[in-house]
């Protein structure tokens, strides 16, 4: 996929893809954290890689899982970052409590 345009505003950054109409959403993990990315949406399902501090996460869809306390508030939503990759909403800068993306199938 090739980029055409990158925009950053308030932590999240916009990626327009040659390839595709729809544009794709970086969010902000907390600062200074290094956060656990699972298989699934909760902590009870195995880590499959950390994420450093300073990354940004793109939200394919959500889905309601563990509930976790985070820097951003206390959150059962689980990000989908990418295929069997969730993170815990509570800890990436959305601008929201709620859900921002589609549920999960």
Not at 55 to 66: E, K, L, N, R, S
Request: proline share 7%; aromatic share 8%; hydrophobic share 35%.
């Amino acid at each position: 996929m090739s980029v055409d345009r990158v925009e950053e505003a308030e932590g999240v950054v916009v990626a327009e893809a040659a390839t595709t109409a729809a544009a794709v959403h970086y969010y902000a993990v907390a600062p200074g954290v290094r956060l656990n990315v699972r298989s699934g949406p909760g902590t009870g399902y195995p880590i499959v890689r950390v994420l450093p501090e300073g990354a940004m996460v793109p939200i394919f869809c959500q889905a309601p899982g563990t509930t976790v306390t985070g820097p951003y508030g206390t959150s059962n939503i689980w990000d989908n970052i990418d295929s069997g990759e969730y993170v815990s909403d509570a800890y990436v800068k959305t601008g929201s409590d709620g859900y921002i993306a589609s549920r999960c199938g």
